[in-house]
């Protein structure tokens, strides 16, 4: 199986002093590159996922390949392991970023993610919309504290243990970073191209949190492509991934 010679960088998190870590691959044609893209894993995975060929279907190989053929910088985040876009993961994208514009002055930055990686996105581009080109959010939770209380009757109660970690507490205890943290309440300020893809049978995260959102996105004019899956269940979206990113970059 092919490898991709991508590099772990570390740093040093400016928000409270920890070492972290994020993947970076460069383009053969790195002075021609004018385009970034970072991808964010999902839960229970690490910054290798969306790196890795050969796992779901190939899609992550598939992904790496265009980014080489299409001359971009491609990073994968750590962002906290099972962060779920809290205050540090967001510090911690925050500083990736602008290290990564000011070193390579690219012209647009995309965001991909699914799952955890799909719901960080959308909130990590709510609370940072300015600078933003494009956004690609596969089976996004988009409610935080209703997705609270659905992962403890659901199949992975162990999710809201990550969410009080990352948060600071339950929804009951801190439930300003709930709010603050679900996309749903945010619609206005998702201004960037966005498309959301979600299986209806997905049994893990509802397909109702996609559709509360685009519904919102549609009552503004934002502009915001959906895709649903008649039948799809979590992992149904994934193998679209980098034609969506593709979709997305042409329209730069």
Partial sequence: MHTFPYTERR????????????????????EQ???LVVAFHGHGSHQEQFMTPGIYWDTFGQL?????????????????????????AEADTQQVIAELRTEFSPQHVLLVG???????????????????????SLCPATDMEEFYHESLAGPLPALAEAFQSSYGGSPQEVPQAYHLRSSRRHPECLTMP????????????????????VQRLNEIGA??????????????????????????????
């Fill in 64 to 88: 790496t390949r265009l980014m080489q053929e299409r001359n971009i910088i491609y990073a994968a985040l750590e962002y906290r392991g099972n962060s779920w876009m809290g205050p540090a």
């Fill in 33 to 35: 590159a004018d385009t």
């Fill in 194 to 213: 966005l498309t959301i893809i979600h299986g209806d049978a997905d049994a893990l995260v509802s397909v109702n949190h996609s559709r509360a959102l």
């Fill in 223 to 252: 502009p915001v492509r959906y895709v649903e899956i008649p039948g799809g269940d979590h992992d149904s979206p994934v193998p679209m991934t980098a034609e969506e990113v593709a979709a997305l970059l042409n329209r730069l």
């Fill in 114 to 136: 699914g799952s955890m990686g799909g719901t960080s996105v959308l909130i990590y581009a709510a609370l940072n919309p300015a600078g933003l080109d494009g956004v690609l």
């Fill in 11 to 30: 740093f040093i998190a400016q928000i409270d002093g920890s070492e972290q870590t994020y993947l970076l691959l460069l383009p053969a044609r790195l």
